[in-house]
């Protein structure tokens, strides 16, 4: 008896040890982190690259924390998490960014409250995660043209340094998300430190590596000297930005941590309203009304949004930025934004989704290694929660 029984408890042990699907997912898992540690360059670099969203990310959340009471903490931290489980499983700079139709719905309606907010989450998610299951967001993404793809990024790019001019020329009440009179010249949060960090960041960056970015070399002997000619012309040219890159100068997160130090003693006050985070986490109650409101508010003008930006534009752009990561299709990605969202939301974080613009603003300042440097994002995030929880 004993021994049908140990014999019973072996070969159930062997049928798990021996799954072939189990033991091949883990094994994916272990060689794309072990890939991940192989392409890991420096500590600032990545963390440099991870702050290549906070110029969307902290104005939205920091309006609906002060407007519509958002539980701050906890959107930072289940943001952190995001961020470290796409790293792992895509092994790019897969950006998480607050739903911004939704996020407009409720800074423009007073009563479009939390349970609102969460519902219209939930919503969205589980649309985009109907259409992952099932593969229709296969056919979504090989039937839109690129041009519309195209169409897309650039006007959220253009919507995005529009947003930023704004935010530089004029004071902001992110509570009530409006804007105030114009920002003096000069002083701590004047026109001319601005100007001078955007400039910093400009010359510190650029475009990117030129050599990069050139063309492969043709075959034909009579356009070969003239490619060589213009490789010259652009290496000495741009010498002084390689040096600069070469230097691994971390530009964005030293205008951060200068902002935050001005920030600090502009108003020295709020320093000993700090508390240690994180803040307690808890189950929101979502009536049949926030519901409805929800739906027809949030999910309705979110989901199109939803699939063009966050899915097809984001797959096809990491096809652009990082050809041999073959890991974000359309049905992942699809996955992942709907069963984040559908664990988050019931807890009061933000929903969330991928971005196009966020992903290239990774990718520009240095973001290239998925999961060591996601999870400094959500070192991150411990930090920022710290500082939120006053």
């Not at 007073?110 to 219209?120: D, K, L, N, Y």
């Not at 001019?165 to 004071?171: E, G, L, N, P």
């Not at 003008?301 to 050809?323: E, G």
Request: hydrophobic fraction near 50%; aromatic fraction near 6%; charge should be positive.
């Amino acid at each position: 008896m004993q021994c049908s029984a140990g014999g019973a408890v072996h070969g159930g042990m062997a049928s798990v040890v021996d799954d072939p699907e189990a033991a091949g997912t883990g094994r994916r898992v272990v060689a794309r982190a072990r890939e991940n540690l192989l392409r890991f360059r420096s500590v600032w670099e990545e963390l440099n690259g991870a702050m290549g969203d906070l110029g969307t990310y902290i104005p939205i959340v920091l309006s609906l924390a002060l407007s519509r009471h958002l539980d701050l903490g906890t959107t930072l931290i289940f943001t952190g998490v995001y961020n470290a489980l796409t790293g792992l499983i895509y092994g790019v700079p897969m950006p998480v960014q607050p739903m911004k139709s939704i996020a407009a719905a409720a800074l423009s309606d007073p009563s479009f409250a939390v349970p609102e907010i969460m519902a219209a989450g939930i919503l969205t998610a589980a649309f985009v995660l109907f259409l992952g299951v099932t593969r229709l967001m296969n056919l979504v993404y090989r039937f839109v043209p690129l041009p519309v793809v195209r169409g897309i990024q650039l006007a959220q790019g253009l919507s995005f340094a529009m947003a930023a001019v704004k935010y530089i020329r004029y004071d902001q009440d992110l509570a009530k998300a409006r804007s105030l009179a114009r920002r003096p010249w000069a002083g701590l949060d004047g026109l001319l430190l601005a100007i001078a960090a955007v400039c910093f960041i400009v010359l510190v960056n650029g475009a990117g590596d030129p050599a990069a970015a050139a063309a492969p070399p043709s075959s034909s002997s009579d356009t070969l000297p003239q490619q060589q000619q213009q490789q010259e012309e652009s290496s000495s040219s741009s010498s002084w930005r390689r040096r600069l890159a070469a230097s691994s100068v971390p530009s964005a997160v030293i205008v951060f941590v200068v902002g935050v130090a001005f920030a600090v003693a502009r108003q020295p006050a709020a320093v000993r309203e700090l508390r240690v985070g994180p803040s307690r986490m808890r189950v929101v109650r979502i009536p049949r009304e926030a519901w409805k409101q929800g739906l027809i508010k949030g999910a309705v003008p979110q989901i199109p949004l939803s699939v063009l930006n966050s899915v097809v534009a984001v797959c096809k752009l990491t096809r652009d930025l990082f050809p041999e990561r073959k890991e974000a299709s359309a049905t992942s990605v699809s996955v992942t934004m709907g069963a984040m969202n559908l664990v988050g939301c019931w807890f009061g974080a933000m929903p969330c989704c991928h971005g196009a613009g966020g992903l290239a603003g990774h990718a520009a300042l240095g973001f290239l290694c998925g999961v060591i440097a996601h999870a400094l994002l959500m070192l991150r995030a411990y930090a920022l929660n710290s500082l939120a929880t006053y």
